[in-house]
């Protein structure tokens, strides 16, 4: 890189406006953004105009885009001149942007670069013919392929000082050309073809996913029932005896309050809906409940697991959505290790003693029972 | 409050403060060069990196918040270390970094001696480079007649750059390029368009932006430094004069939280050359038509015989905008004996009196008030060019939270948005009227301020419809002073305090003026009138301007950095100027020529020395004694008065007194800086008006 500078006077046109189609496009881009924050749409307008100026930001445009987005024209100049990706002078036809990065380097980004230089000579200027100019640029983020230049909108990679030749000339002639990795490999798969994930039986489910076959016919061999309240009660006792901590502190100190949460509150022995809460919520229109509805904090209306066991319906039956637990409370330990999708079916389990506390049940019911 | 240990000491501090606040308040200091307390953060030099405990890499201290810190394994307070090894390694390496690109030209530039880079290499620094490749070049900017550019010094702070787009409100400079090619610039090397551009020297804290008009011209240490205050506005900012031997050198700001901050306006900063030139060194009497030296005697003689046979109603006396309290009262003490009631200091026009209170006339709200306002009203007021450091403190206002302006008089950028409501006196009757819905947005403020310019004080009927809507929108309670009169001139409100305004029967400043009104017009310094043909007139000032053309006699005074005088500020603060050199030639000090003067025509003035001066004026006048304090006046009472003067208005636009804003008095219209500075304004409004 060296300093940009804008293009001297005698290439620079005499004015800039944004033709119709792009000043509609221009108001689209900035009416993204709040009031008071349109400089944000600098960058879009910028391409914009640049686009529309073939390729390349005289100043100008800087200066239109500058007053259409209320900005000090100096503003925008630092965004113009800090991004290689505006051209502040002419360009050819196509304008190559070689990438002289590390990866692109050690894979022969040099050797480009000295084809180009022999070929068009030093980067900036616009070849003879007009067709094309180039860039040496900083990374440009297809290491995998490298090297590689980008050439007007699209990237060519894994290119030879003999392929981009060949690519120039096909560009300059108008003959189609490829997209993309010029050695015909795929995204970004290792020279010479995949040589991973090979094998067939991996995609036609003999393999992976085998195990779950497996275990399907291991649970229908054992009676599924039988283990499955085996490994629940194990669950429950071991729940018992060897409470997991509910939030690792992390070396933290634990006693510092982090927010004014319902849950806090709760743990303090307050109650964990305050009456304005409720006319917040209300006021901001953001609360999902209807004013007024129940809440996780009346518990008389609550819609609990333990009301619905005692009601005979499955506990949890919309478990894995939230958890009324207060954040220091236990939760609720893994379910029967199986991981089978086809767990059997929950029983609903005796009323629990502590209400707030769901019963730890598999999340869904199983059809097959 | 949160506590925090810096080096082992613990204290306690708010917990949104910087580490680098916290380090202060224990005493450690922290090397720096991007940030600045009355900047934004911008974290880019990583000269103040201290060691964190617990932290994994050295921290910016500048950026990082005490209540970011995490305490330690026990809950233990943060700890900080700024004397450690690693923080001693990481200023060492920042160090490197910096000098890396900057060029040892140290003995040629005008920053050596006083270099923020120079003396923290030396402090933090390591003594050799491990940089063996070529330092980077960078091509040299314009960006203005004030301050130079030697751009390869630069190490990117972006102090310049932050103080034009946020204190100045002129966002000029920018960092075009980017990592090792990035450089401060302005827009294609146009010049400045800030008021207050000399101050980016000031900031730059290497040797990148210097002041140009003293460039390869002095050094730090051969100057002599004199505290002293600004005349060139009535803002009365603190300023340091340093001179070498008895030529004045370079004026400088001087930290005053209470007017200026640390700021001052280019046109503060560079009359510095005109100080030098078109200087009045001698006595000069007009013989012929044409004025020729003369001597002290000879000068006195002519006064004598041309006073001694007047009228005492056929007497009068101007003063202008630069004098001292000294000598406004001296000429008072003067007038006094001689049985003249004609006199007058109100050069622009300005229909205020004494009579109505102090309140009447000064900046009741005071500079640092103005950042309790929450609704400001300018009444024919362009506070940009009448009183730029008022204006900064607004606009700092503004920048502090939400801030209603409104506008009456010519519609201008005052750096700050505003609404503009109108043009002239038809504006302030129909908002007093409530036809406009800024008067709502005023009564609803709690402190409303309405601030009078020069433009609006012609009219007597303006002001008092000014202080009614002041009244009637509630600025002007026993907890809240929000009636402002906005001066420009120096030496208005000190002369105003005084009295010197017409006695009875006396004629005001237009009255003597006009031509054949007068036989003898005694001319303080007043170079912004011409006095009428037929009087004979004795001026008494610095510089041969407007006032010494139109002499008779001319009686060669000093210039404010050449006289220890009283100035009061437009807030009514006194304020004391020092003498940094001597006056040139025969010149003396104002009022000793009119001690020497009372002497020759016969009503010896009772004091032979500045002190007993002093002491008489302090004893008329206890509240001048008060240096650097403004002594709170009755403003309810005052404002209550000129809302009872009443009158109709004369239908008229507001036009500010302040034509030019660089050249307002002799010693800036002498300046060749300035004039510079003035031209490139006038071709940026010719631009603007397209």
Known sequence: MSNRRLAPASEQPESFAFTQENAAWAKGQIEKYPEGRQASAVIPLLWKAQEQNGGWLPRRAIEAVADELGMPHIRVLEVATFYTMFALEPVGRFWIQLCGTVPCDSCGARELKGMLQARLGPAGHVSADGNFSWLEVECLGACCNAPMVQINQDYYEDLTPESLGTLMDDLAAGRPVNVGSQTGRVSSEPQGGAATLSDPTLFDGSRVGAWRQRFEDKNKAEGDEARAKDEAASTEARAATEPKIAKPDAGRPVERPVSDAPAQRAAGGDAPIKADDHADAAERGRSIAKHGSARPGDADVLDSPAKRVAEGEPAGAEAGAQSDLPRDAVPPQPEASGASENAPAAKPSEPSTKPAEPSAKPAKSDPAT | ?690
């Open chain 2, 1 to 690: 409050m949160t506590k925090i240990l810096v080096d082992g000491i613990e204290v306690d501090v708010p917990a949104e403060y910087t580490l680098l606040q916290a380090c202060e308040m224990a005493g450690a200091e922290i090397p720096r060069f991007c940030f600045h307390e009355r900047l934004s953060i911008a974290g880019n030099c990583r000269m103040c990196l201290v060691e964190l405990k617990g932290a994994p890499k050295p921290v910016a201290s500048c950026a990082y918040a005490v209540k970011d810190c995490r305490p330690g394994p026990n809950g233990e307070p943060p700890e900080v270390l700024t004397r450690s090894g690693q923080t001693k390694k990481a200023r060492e390496g920042v160090m490197e970094f910096l000098l890396i690109n900057h060029p040892l030209d140290c003995p040629i530039c005008d920053q050596g001696g006083h270099c923020d880079l120079q003396d923290q290499a030396m402090a933090y620094g390591v003594d050799s480079t491990r940089y063996g490749e070529n330092k980077r070049a960078v091509e040299e900017k314009y960006i203005g007649p004030l301050v130079r550019t030697a751009m390869n010094r630069c190490i990117h702070c972006t102090r310049c750059v932050r103080f034009l787009a946020e204190v100045a409100g002129v966002p000029d400079l920018g960092a075009i390029g980017r990592g090792e090619d990035m450089e401060i610039t302005s827009y294609l090397e146009q010049a400045m368009g800030s008021e207050l551009q000399g101050n980016v020297a000031d900031l730059c804290p290497v040797g990148a932006l210097v002041p140009k008009p003293q460039s390869y011209n002095i050094r730090p240490w051969e100057l002599s430094k004199t505290e002293s205050v600004d005349v060139m506005d009535a803002v009365g900012s603190a300023i340091r004069v340093d001179a070498r031997g008895r030529e004045v050198m370079q004026i400088e700001p001087r930290v005053n939280e209470d007017i200026n901050e640390e700021w001052i306006s280019d046109k503060t900063r560079h009359p510095v050359d005109g100080l030098r030139v078109q200087r009045l060194d001698r006595p000069y009497l007009r013989e012929n038509g044409r004025l020729r030296p003369a001597s002290w005697g000879e000068a006195f003689a002519a006064i004598a015989a041309k006073v001694k046979g007047a009228d005492p109603k056929r007497v009068g006396a101007l003063v202008g905008d630069l004098a001292g309290v000294e000598e406004i009262f001296a000429l008072k003490g003067l007038m006094t004996a001689l049985g003249v009631a004609n006199l007058d200091c109100r050069q622009g026009g300005e229909r205020l009196d004494p009579a109505w209170g102090r309140a009447s006339y000064v900046f009741n709200p005071t500079i640092p008030g103005i950042e309790a306002a929450d609704a400001i009203l300018l009444v024919g007021a362009n506070p940009r060019t009448e009183a730029s450091l008022l204006n900064v403190r607004i606009r700092k206002r503004w920048r502090m939270g939400p801030l209603a302006v409104g506008l009456i008089g010519e519609d201008t950028d005052l750096t700050y948005p505003h609404t503009y409501l109108g043009a002239g006196t038809d504006t302030l009757a129909a908002l007093a009227k409530g036809e406009h819905s800024f008067l709502e947005i005023l009564k609803g403020a709690e402190r409303p301020l309405v601030i009078v310019g020069g433009a609006a004080l012609a009219d007597p009927a303006v002001i008092a419809a000014a202080a009614a809507l002041a009244k009637d929108v509630g600025a002007v309670t026993a907890e809240w002073n929000g009636f402002g009169v906005l001066h420009t001139a120096a030496a208005r409100v000190g002369a105003l305090d005084l009295g010197f305004v017409p006695g009875v029967g006396g004629l005001d400043f237009f009255g003597m003026i006009a031509p054949g009104a007068l036989d003898v017009v005694f001319n303080l310094g007043a170079d912004e009138c011409t006095v009428g043909a037929g009087a004979f007139v004795i001026y008494q000032g610095t510089h041969g301007d407007r006032g010494a053309s139109r002499a008779d006699v001319v009686l060669p005074g000093a210039a404010y950095t050449e006289k220890s005088a009283t100035y009061v500020n437009l807030e009514g603060r006194v304020q004391q100027a020092n003498r940094a050199g001597f006056p040139p030639g025969d010149a003396r000090e104002d009022w000793a020529i009119l001690r020497a003067l009372s002497d020759v025509l016969g009503h010896r003035l009772p004091y032979d020395s500045l002190v007993a001066l002093r002491r008489a004026l302090y004893a008329e006048h206890p509240h001048l004694a008060a240096i650097g304090s403004v002594e709170p006046g009755d403003t309810v009472a005052a404002v209550d008065r000129l809302a009872g003067l009443g009158g109709t208005m004369a239908k008229a636009a507001f036009a500010s007194p302040v034509l030019d804003f660089y050249l307002t008095n002799p010693i800036a219209r002498a300046s060749r800086v300035l004039a510079e500075c003035s031209s490139l304004a006038r071709g940026r409004a010719l631009e603007a008006a397209e």
